[in-house]
């Protein structure tokens, strides 16, 4: 794991993203009382804060971990978004008329509540930006590694899929699926990055010839890389967001310099143990990486 950090540091590989930027917003506050109109309770907000989702969150990770990141999207008008945007690395977007894609959380004296709005609608992007992707997909190329965070909000779409595939040169290419979407549409992917409920569900997709490697995510329970397992250190979660989109981040970081996927999915598991300890999505740099996993095997060194 440690040979792969440093290779990553050295080479800083180009990356692409492709795919839906969500806003994260945090509410933060107390709950009060007992809510006296319906079950519940009283919550006083006190302030907010907004953190990049989806295909930002994986941006964030990679840019953290010293890769070169371009991350291409489409927003509407959300002008709460553009500050986010700002503090991610290497966004190309294009304005829409579409509706903001936001993900709202409650945070009660620094632990989340248990419920959580969604806001945004599945809106396929138009071909004029399909068009301009691809026009900037050609001039940008060529990529060590092209990541797809499909969300199924209408970035990645069918068209755009395909004629991505032929810019990447020969460079992986990671999925992270949509919910219930036919992974045919991946066609040519190295690369399908799911989790456990996306894998159940998706049985159909799972002997596919369109993809080499299916990666699933279990939790605390680490994850399955073709069939093999790679356990994971028991944490003290504080917020799972993100965990599945630094997994991404870090294979695709891995692979993109050829790093093998066993090693990448073990260095992998404990960037994502990190991200979950944490509120909202955060870079993690290498050297966390590196006093984590000395960490790790000195806990291993006295159990044994």
């Not at 691809?134 to 004629?163: F, H, K, M, N, S």
């Not at 699926?177 to 992917?189: C, I, L, N, T, V």
């Not at 605390?220 to 994971?232: L, S």
Request: glycine share 10%; charged share 25%.
């Amino acid at each position: 794991m440690l040979t792969a950090l440093n290779i990553i540091e050295s080479l800083k590989p180009r990356c692409l993203v492709v795919g839906d930027l969500i806003l994260d917003r945090y509410i933060h506050g107390s709950v009060t009382r007992i809510n006296p109109e319906a079950p519940g309770v009283v919550f006083h907000a006190t302030h907010a804060e907004a953190r990049p989702g989806g295909a930002g969150a994986v941006a964030t990770v990679l840019a953290g971990l010293g890769t070169t990141v371009r991350c291409f999207t489409a927003i509407g008008a959300d002008h709460d978004l553009l500050p986010v945007i700002d503090s991610t690395p290497g966004i190309f977007y294009t304005w829409e008329n579409r509706l903001p894609t936001i993900k709202e959380r409650r945070v009660a004296d620094g632990r989340l509540l248990y419920d959580r709005t969604d806001w945004g609608k599945p809106e396929p992007i138009t071909q004029a930006t399909e068009d301009a992707f691809i026009e900037r997909l050609q001039a940008e190329a060529p990529w060590d590694a092209v990541l797809i965070a499909d969300y199924g909000y209408g970035v990645c779409t069918d068209r755009l899929i395909r004629q991505l595939m032929p810019c990447v040169g020969g460079a992986p290419v990671l999925v992270d699926p949509a919910r219930d979407a036919d992974w045919s549409k991946y066609r040519g992917a190295t690369l399908i990055k799911c989790n456990r409920q996306e894998a159940d569900a998706g049985t159909k997709n799972r002997d596919s010839p369109f993809f080499s490697h299916l990666v699933v995510t279990f939790g605390r329970d680490g994850m399955a890389a073709n069939g093999e397992g790679y356990p994971t250190t028991p944490r003290r979660v504080s917020d799972v967001t993100g965990a599945g989109d630094t997994v991404l981040a870090v294979l695709g970081a891995c692979l993109a310099v050829g790093v093998d996927l066993p090693t990448a999915c073990r260095l992998a598991n404990v960037a994502a143990g990190l991200q979950v300890e944490r509120l909202g999505v955060c870079r993690i740099t290498p050297d966390e990486l590196r006093a984590e996993i000395a960490q790790i095997a000195t806990m291993e060194e006295v159990r044994a």
